[in-house]
């Protein structure tokens, strides 16, 4: 088992008095603050075999508990697709098969309900089964190796995959390989993307070199097309404001939770240093994250990295206070209309939510 390393807090100082100018205040909480910057995760394979389970915010997220928009008549006929596909039976007497696709994709813009269903579909699916990411599952070929990563998930009978992305050649080349060689064994496959099969990748690199491992790979999936509007937020041009610095401070000198408060800098400069993998192993122990001056992400790696961060701290169900720039500036206008547009948009969905 990986362990998580982090150095002692020092000794914390007398309670700030009223007298204490406001620098001489942050200083102090400071120095009795939990930092994600002063921790360290170390993650081993098993230890990383182990978490392929929906994450805790998703526990709850069951084929009852989806409530489809009845606008959007998609959404119902969607999960009712899907269920029937979990509860497949084999069906012949000499090569017994399951009916129906082999894999499932769900296509759809963010705050749609995709995450949610894909969860519901695991809890009802027979075991042995995983539920990962896509990061998850790219990382963890990395470690295996192609041909023993495909041996393992091949002794699954249900692989369900969130966010489904190919960012660059190696991954496409890495994905579809390895799905070849676990569909061709009998795993079935659920995804969730916010891109149709036959554009992964554009943009980001340059497809056509790809085109036919893209094609055949969506050859092995019916896509199911969710419609429907974020239900985290209605007006994308409406988010919530960050909080008063002196607001942040007070509402973590008042929280008795296991917290953490970093400035957000250096919280950026940290994550520069860790794979992405380890992100969710930061908030070990913690139920809040409070982040001193947001501000704009001039840097494309930088700003994808935060992108990540806020998705492993919205998955996990902590909760997130942060003073600093408004949200609508965190991510200059030629990201949120670049390659990378939904990603930014899930993420400014997310931290509404965690906002608002």
């Not at 091949?154 to 994905?175: I, T």
């Not at 491992?213 to 509007?229: K, N, P």
């Not at 509402?251 to 953490?260: A, I, N, T, V």
């Not at 704009?296 to 492993?312: M, S, Y």
Request: proline share 8%; aromatic share 10%; with cysteine.
């Amino acid at each position: 088992m990986g362990a998580l390393l982090f150095r002692a807090p020092r000794a914390a100082r007398p309670a700030c008095g009223p007298f204490l100018c406001c620098r001489t205040q942050v200083r102090a909480l400071s120095l009795r603050a939990m930092r994600l910057v002063e921790r360290t995760p170390e993650v081993d394979l098993d230890r990383l075999l182990q978490g392929f389970v929906p994450p805790p915010r998703f526990l709850g997220a069951t084929f009852q508990t989806y409530r489809p928009d009845p606008r959007y008549p998609s959404q119902a006929l969607v999960k009712e697709r899907l269920r029937r596909w979990v509860h497949d039976r084999p069906r012949g007497f000499l090569r017994p098969r399951l009916p129906g696709p082999q894999g499932i994709y769900l296509d759809g813009g963010f705050g749609v309900g995709k995450t949610h269903l894909l969860v519901a579909a695991y809890l009802e699916a027979p075991s042995p089964k995983a539920f990962l990411t896509f990061e998850e599952l790219t990382y963890t070929l990395g470690l295996l190796g192609l041909r023993e990563g495909a041996r393992r998930f091949s002794g699954l009978r249900y692989l369900f995959l969130d966010e489904f992305e190919l960012d660059d050649p190696g991954n496409a080349q890495m994905v579809t390989h390895f799905l070849a060689l676990t569909m061709d064994r009998g795993l079935r496959v659920a995804t969730t993307s916010n891109t149709p099969p036959g554009a992964l990748g554009e943009g980001r690199f340059n497809a056509e070199q790809f085109r036919h491992q893209i094609q055949s790979l969506a050859r092995r999936f019916a896509v199911e097309r969710i419609e429907g509007e974020d239900f985290r937020h209605r007006d994308p041009d409406r988010l919530p404001d960050p909080l008063p610095e002196e607001r942040l401070l007070a509402l973590y000198r008042e929280d008795p939770r296991p917290k953490s408060l970093d400035d957000f800098p250096e919280l950026i400069a940290h994550l520069r240093r860790l794979h992405p993998i380890r992100y969710r192993y930061l908030f070990d122990g913690l139920k809040a994250v409070y982040l001193r001056g947001l501000e704009p992400l001039h840097d494309q790696n930088d700003a994808l990295r935060f992108v990540h961060f806020v998705d492993q701290l919205y998955n996990l169900g902590l909760d997130l206070k942060a003073s600093g720039a408004p949200l609508k500036d965190l991510f200059p206008e030629s990201y949120r209309h670049g390659a990378f547009a939904k990603k930014y948009g899930r993420a400014l969905s997310r931290l509404a939510e965690l906002l608002g």
